[in-house]
């Protein structure tokens, strides 16, 4: 039986991802995704303006990335934490 490989870091930049940053709002993105038929499985504004928008699928998250060709953001964009870290309580 063959070794199994460790799995590759996420958001490596030769590994697909569901997870695209798109300079657009997300109202836009939205309406394109729909009009595409692509499920969002998340979507969130971008500190500095856009949209980080997770597909559902790889393939409907490649059908979207070609839609907003133009306007794709780097996937090393910085994102908002969902959550301050200093008021998780873990006592």
Do not use: Y
């Amino acid at each position: 039986m063959a070794e199994r490989q460790p799995a590759p870091a996420w958001g490596a930049p030769d590994q697909p991802t569901r997870a695209i940053n798109i300079a657009a709002e997300p109202q836009a993105v939205l309406a394109v995704c729909a009009k595409k038929q692509a499920a969002v499985s998340a979507i969130e504004t971008l500190p500095a303006g856009g949209t980080h928008v997770v597909m559902v699928t790889l393939g409907e998250a490649d059908t979207i990335r070609h839609a907003f060709k133009n306007q794709l953001l780097p996937r090393n964009t910085k994102r908002m934490p969902l959550r301050n870290r200093a008021s998780w309580d873990l006592s």
